[in-house]
C-alpha cells in the first residue's frame, strides 16, 4: 500500500539509477511529492531545482559506491541500460558490462536490505532464449540477476514508450519530418505494442511498495497492436505530413541500421537494439499483462499528440563537470563456467596460471604481504602488481586493487576482479579505471591488444579444466 504523501516522514524512500534520463526525470516530476526520491548519478549536483529530491553522486561500476548510494533506501528503480563508457576505452560488449552494473547494484540492494527493485526493460517474445537478439537476451540476464537476491523484483516489460523527450519516439517523428517519401524496409511490417508515458508512470508508481508484484514480470504495452509502418503513417498523420510510406520486401541488418540512425538522428545505442529486435513480434503476453489496476490506456494517436503538443520538460539538475583521469580503461570479459568453479578458484587459477603460460617470459612473484607482482624474467620491478583486498572479496567475488608496476601510471585508481554472474553459469573478469603509463597510441596498439588476447587465452583454458 501507497503512504500518504502529506506524512513525510513515512513515506517511501525510492532511488532512481538512470533518474536523469527519459523516465527518470518524468517521474521525479511527477511524483516527487509523494515519495521520497533520491536521484542517482555520475556527477556531483551543482544546482538542484526542487530541494524536496536528494541527488546522491554514485559510480555504479563500482559496489562500495552503489551500496553507499542506496543506504536508506525503500524501492530501487532501475533504469539503466547500456550506458555510456565512463572511460576513454571499453573493452567490453554491451551485454557484460549490463550484466556486471546489475550485479552490482543487486549486491548493494541486499546488502541495504532494500525491499523492491523495479526494473523496466523491453517486452520478450514467447520464443526460446536462444533465438532472441542479443538485447532482449541481455534485458533478461538483467532481470534475472537484479532479481537474484533478497529484494524483490518487479519487471516491468515494455516496448516503445511514447511522450515527450522520448528517444524511441522522436527517432520515428525525426524519420516522418526528414523523408518525404519512406520506402520502409520488411522489418516495420513487425507488430509491437506502445504505450503512452502517462500510462508507464501510473504503472510504476501503482508497482512502488505493491506487494502483488513483487518476483513477477509484468508485460505493459497500449490498447493497440501496431506495426512500425503504421506507427510512421500515423504520426505523419499527426505532424500534417503527407508523405508516401511503402513496403520493400528486404531485411538488411547493416542497412537498416544506418537508414535508422543517419535520418532517425539517433545514437547506436537506441537504434541498435530496436533493429537487432525487430525480427520479433514484440506484444504484450495476456498473462502476464498488467493487472494491478485499472488505467484507461490513452490511444499512439492521442500519446502522439500529447508528445508534439508539450513544451514542457523535467527540470533536472545542473551538474560540475566529471573529474578524473583522462586515460582510462574498462575491460570485461565474460567466461564460461561449465564446471561451476567459485570466482575465488578461477582468481586463484589465473594467478597460477598466468606465469606459466608465459613461463618464457613472465615470473609470478608474492610479497611477504601477499601482493602479487608479474615481472618480467630478468626484471626486479613488477610490470603489475595486485593487491587483494580480502574484506571486501569473497567465494563469488575476488577483488584486487592495482597497486604497482611500471606498465601502471597510478597506483590508488584502478582495481582488478573477478565474479561469478548469472548463478556461477560465467565468470566476468573485469579491469576497471585502469591508467596505463605507456603513450596512449602505443598503449591501443600493444597493452591493449595483448591484454584482450590474454584473456581469450585464458577462457580458453578455463573451459578446458575439468577440476
Given at each position: 500500500?501507497?503512504?500518504?504523501?502529506?506524512?513525510?516522514?513515512?513515506?517511501?524512500?525510492?532511488?532512481?539509477?538512470?533518474?536523469?534520463?527519459?523516465?527518470?526525470?518524468?517521474?521525479?516530476?511527477?511524483?516527487?511529492?509523494?515519495?521520497?526520491?533520491?536521484?542517482?548519478?555520475?556527477?556531483?549536483?551543482?544546482?538542484?531545482?526542487?530541494?524536496?529530491?536528494?541527488?546522491?553522486?554514485?559510480?555504479?561500476?563500482?559496489i562500495s559506491s552503489t551500496v553507499e548510494a542506496l543506504k536508506g533506501v525503500d524501492v530501487a528503480i532501475y533504469l539503466v541500460h547500456s550506458m555510456?563508457?565512463?572511460?576513454?576505452?571499453?573493452?567490453?560488449?554491451?551485454?557484460?558490462?549490463?550484466?556486471?552494473?546489475?550485479?552490482?547494484?543487486?549486491?548493494?540492494?541486499?546488502?541495504?536490505?532494500?525491499?523492491?527493485?523495479?526494473?523496466?526493460?523491453?517486452?520478450?517474445?514467447?520464443?526460446?532464449?536462444?533465438?532472441?537478439?542479443?538485447?532482449?537476451?541481455?534485458?533478461?540476464?538483467?532481470?534475472?540477476?537484479?532479481?537474484?537476491r533478497s529484494a524483490a523484483l518487479t519487471a516491468l516489460r515494455a516496448s516503445i514508450i511514447v511522450g515527450p523527450g522520448g528517444s524511441s519516439f522522436?527517432?520515428?517523428?525525426?524519420?516522418?519530418?526528414?523523408?518525404?517519401?519512406?520506402?520502409?524496409?520488411?522489418?516495420?511490417e513487425s507488430e509491437t505494442q506502445p504505450i503512452s508515458l502517462r500510462n508507464t508512470l501510473q504503472i510504476i508508481d501503482t508497482c512502488i511498495g505493491?506487494?502483488?508484484?513483487?518476483?513477477?514480470?509484468?508485460?505493459?504495452?497500449?490498447?493497440?497492436?501496431?506495426?512500425?509502418?503504421?506507427?510512421?503513417?500515423?504520426?505523419?498523420?499527426?505532424?500534417?505530413?503527407?508523405?508516401?510510406?511503402?513496403?520493400?520486401?528486404?531485411?538488411?541488418?547493416?542497412?537498416?541500421?544506418?537508414?535508422?540512425?543517419?535520418?532517425?538522428?539517433?545514437?547506436?545505442?537506441?537504434?541498435?537494439?530496436?533493429?537487432?529486435?525487430?525480427?520479433?513480434?514484440?506484444?504484450?503476453?495476456?498473462?502476464?499483462?498488467?493487472?494491478?489496476?485499472?488505467?484507461?490506456?490513452?490511444?499512439?494517436?492521442?500519446?502522439?499528440?500529447?508528445?508534439?503538443?508539450?513544451?514542457?520538460?523535467?527540470?533536472?539538475?545542473?551538474?560540475?563537470?566529471?573529474?578524473?583521469?583522462?586515460?582510462?580503461?574498462?575491460?570485461?570479459?565474460?567466461?564460461?563456467?561449465?564446471?561451476?568453479?567459485?570466482?575465488?578458484?578461477?582468481?586463484?587459477?589465473?594467478?597460477?596460471?598466468?606465469?606459466?603460460?608465459?613461463?618464457?617470459?613472465?615470473?609470478?612473484?608474492?610479497?611477504?604481504?601477499?601482493?602479487?607482482?608479474?615481472?618480467?624474467?630478468?626484471?626486479?620491478?613488477?610490470?603489475?602488481?595486485?593487491?587483494?583486498?580480502?574484506?571486501?572479496?569473497?567465494?563469488?567475488?575476488?577483488?584486487?586493487?592495482?597497486?604497482?608496476?611500471?606498465?601502471?601510471?597510478?597506483?590508488?585508481?584502478?582495481?582488478?576482479?573477478?565474479?561469478?554472474?548469472?548463478?556461477?553459469?560465467?565468470?566476468?573478469?573485469?579491469?576497471?579505471?585502469?591508467?596505463?603509463?605507456?603513450?596512449?597510441?602505443?598503449?591501443?596498439?600493444?597493452?591493449?591488444?595483448?591484454?584482450?588476447?590474454?584473456?581469450?587465452?585464458?577462457?580458453?583454458?578455463?573451459?578446458?579444466?575439468?577440476?
Open positions: 500500500m501507497h503512504e500518504d504523501s502529506s506524512q513525510s516522514d513515512t513515506r517511501i524512500t525510492v532511488a532512481i539509477a538512470g533518474a536523469g534520463g527519459y523516465i527518470g526525470s518524468w517521474f521525479i516530476e511527477k511524483y516527487k511529492h509523494k515519495y521520497k526520491i533520491i536521484g542517482l548519478s555520475r556527477r556531483k549536483v551543482k544546482k538542484n531545482p526542487y530541494p524536496e529530491v536528494e541527488w546522491r553522486q554514485v559510480e555504479l561500476y563500482s555510456n563508457a565512463s572511460t576513454r576505452l571499453n573493452q567490453g560488449s554491451f551485454e557484460d558490462t549490463d550484466l556486471l552494473l546489475a550485479d552490482n547494484f543487486s549486491r548493494a540492494a541486499d546488502i541495504n536490505h532494500v525491499k523492491q527493485i523495479i526494473y523496466l526493460g523491453g517486452l520478450i517474445p514467447d520464443e526460446p532464449e536462444s533465438t532472441l537478439s542479443r538485447h532482449l537476451r541481455s534485458r533478461l540476464e538483467v532481470e534475472h540477476t537484479l532479481g537474484s522522436d527517432m520515428i517523428k525525426n524519420l516522418v519530418t526528414r523523408l518525404p517519401v519512406l520506402m520502409c524496409p520488411q522489418w516495420t505493491n506487494e502483488d508484484a513483487y518476483g513477477r514480470a509484468i508485460d505493459i504495452g497500449g490498447a493497440e497492436v501496431l506495426t512500425y509502418k503504421s506507427m510512421l503513417a500515423k504520426t505523419a498523420t499527426a505532424l500534417g505530413k503527407k508523405r508516401i510510406i511503402f513496403s520493400v520486401p528486404v531485411f538488411s541488418l547493416g542497412l537498416s541500421k544506418f537508414w535508422v540512425g543517419l535520418f532517425g538522428d539517433s545514437p547506436p545505442q537506441l537504434v541498435s537494439p530496436l533493429v537487432e529486435s525487430l525480427v520479433h513480434t514484440l506484444k504484450v503476453d495476456p498473462k502476464k499483462a498488467f493487472d494491478l489496476k485499472e488505467l484507461q490506456y490513452i490511444s499512439y494517436e492521442e500519446s502522439v499528440k500529447e508528445a508534439l503538443e508539450s513544451d514542457q520538460r523535467p527540470n533536472l539538475p545542473k551538474f560540475y563537470p566529471k573529474k578524473g583521469m583522462k586515460n582510462t580503461v574498462r575491460s570485461i570479459q565474460r567466461m564460461s563456467n561449465k564446471n561451476g568453479h567459485s570466482a575465488a578458484w578461477v582468481a586463484n587459477r589465473y594467478n597460477l596460471w598466468l606465469p606459466s603460460f608465459f613461463k618464457f617470459l613472465i615470473n609470478g612473484k608474492r610479497t611477504e604481504r601477499g601482493d602479487i607482482g608479474f615481472h618480467l624474467l630478468w626484471g626486479k620491478k613488477p610490470m603489475l602488481q595486485l593487491t587483494m583486498i580480502p574484506d571486501r572479496s569473497d567465494q563469488e567475488r575476488q577483488l584486487f586493487y592495482i597497486t604497482g608496476g611500471w606498465l601502471v601510471k597510478r597506483f590508488d585508481y584502478g582495481w582488478l576482479e573477478f565474479r561469478g554472474v548469472l548463478g556461477g553459469d560465467y565468470i566476468l573478469s573485469a579491469i576497471h579505471e585502469f591508467v596505463p603509463r605507456l603513450p596512449w597510441i602505443v598503449y591501443l596498439n600493444t597493452q591493449a591488444r595483448f591484454h584482450l588476447w590474454v584473456m581469450n587465452q585464458f577462457k580458453r583454458y578455463l573451459e578446458t579444466r575439468t577440476d
